[in-house]
């Protein structure tokens, strides 16, 4: 009798415990939603940096603290302040960003369009790389923090070459691609660059140094050449970039009301991620007519999408199909804008979505929008819309086909482990990790890829309107940035996701002056999804270790992701990892 008193008193605080955690989330819920009080003559003051990701964290954590902006909402800060009259001014103060150069363009669009409303917005830089001060040459003034260093040098791309490290431990990289310049697998193989490796890395580096020196040519309002004489000079002490023109006068923060007029009257600064909590709606924004955004993010692989996984990013074909068969189906939405940033995977997760891109196009004006990577597999699902939209500096292309095992039997051994395998019939042991292919096993690994590699062609011929010739010769697994593919034919326009939003609205017979509801895919969580799953898609036990300050307890998991998003076996339409800084 008494057990059974105690297993109901155990019971009855657990629901207790439950009925007060949901009672707190809704309080919390409901005092977050609250939009603050904005004061007249306000300056705003805009952070830029970290991963400027695409897409909020899910779960309780995402929705009520205060999470790092993404592109979408920065660029949402900038439209806000732009009409609102109660904001005067704005201080854009870059911290360094871990994206790569689409994100930071995208941005950099929103800056110069702030600036048409005729109100001040200067740029605080208490650090000034290539990326900073590329956002701040935008701004009306630069200022520079008087201890500060102006790291202007060029643009520096890396690429880690782990052959030598492998052939110590014993493991043999076995890989086959389709294409001259599809390099995926390169960093396995290879010691350092071939020579279309090399050609192709230094026309991508070449690319970004030139829109580097123009668009601080256009900020600054220097020739060129002249841009090109000062970055050879660089970096500069904070003197001497006042001296050359870059910055326009020394300051601390503090400072900067006594150096421009912020306000007509006294400034009342204002937190970015106050602001953030202004809907768009009550400044006019964000009504209308309604068009969907659908995010694909991170790894392409088949299944669901994960957005904070072990894995990272993951773009499930399952989770983006019901995403475009929920936006086609819904009457209120006119149009749709498929919003890319990813370096592409499974071959057959992408060829799954471009079908249903497919499909879905052939009923609403669908637009592609591309961030900072959308190749390989990222440009499959791309192909089949109205029009692709790609930043300047965007890598998209890599139209090609790459698969690699790793015969671990030498690691193995040098670790005095064993492992032997048993198989009956003839190719059973084809993906075997004790040896490499065979000749006759890697010619019927050449023959898949290369129908795989042809069906790309194929579809990007039939997507571009040109013939496969057209597409095998600028293929071959090469990447481009935005602004040469444009030029070669695999984008129809450079910009971000408004540019995206306003082909939309032209090819929905909206007028391009008339706001519109952007419908986000992922949606945001109710307060029932929240209660139900707090902690997003994560694992649950691996969230509530790291909150009970467990020490990394994903790091193996995090270690075998690659081998957890794919399957065995399956070709990929893969991008090359490329650092550019």
Known sequence: MAVRRGVWLVIVLIMLAVIASVAGLLLLYTAVGREPQVAGNSTLVLRVGGDLEEMEPGGVIGQFI??????????????????????????????????????????????????????????????????????????????????????????????????????KIGAYPDALHIGEYKTASNNFTERTFTPAHREMAESLNTDLYEQLVRGIADGRRKPEAAVRQLIDHGPFLPEDAVRAGLVDDLAYEDELDDKVKLAPASVHYLDMDEYRRVGASSLGLQRGPRIAVIYAVGLISTGKSHYDSPEGQVAGSETLIEYLRKARGDSAVKAIVLRIDSPGGSAIASDIIWREVLLTKNQKPLVASMSDVAASGGYYIAMPAHAIVAEPSTLTGSIGVVSIKFV????????????????QGKYADLYSPIRPFSPEERARMAQTMQATYDAFVEKAAQGRNTTPERIDAIGQGRVWTGRQAKQIGLVDELGGLDRAVAIAKQRAKIAQDAEVELVIYPPRKSFYDLVRNPFGSADRAATLGALLGLRNPRMLQTLASPLQVFRRGEPLALMPNVFVR
């Open 66 to 167: 205060e999470v790092p902006p993404t592109v979408r909402s920065t660029v949402e800060l900038l439209r806000k302040a732009k009409i609102d009259r109660r904001i005067t001014s704005v201080i854009l103060k870059p911290t360094g960003t871990a994206a790569l150069w689409g994100k930071v363009q995208e941005i950099r669009d929103a800056v110069v369009d702030y600036r048409r409303s005729g109100k001040l917005i200067v740029a605080y830089l208490e650090y000034g790389g290539e990326q900073e001060f590329y956002l701040a040459s935008a701004c009306d003034k630069v200022f520079l923090m008087p201890t500060a260093s102006l790291d202007l040098t060029g643009i520096a791309s890396y690429e880690l070459f782990l052959r030598g490290m492998l052939d």
């Open 408 to 423: 671990i039997d030498g690691t193995l051994k040098k670790l005095g482990m064993n492992i032997e395998g048993i198989s």
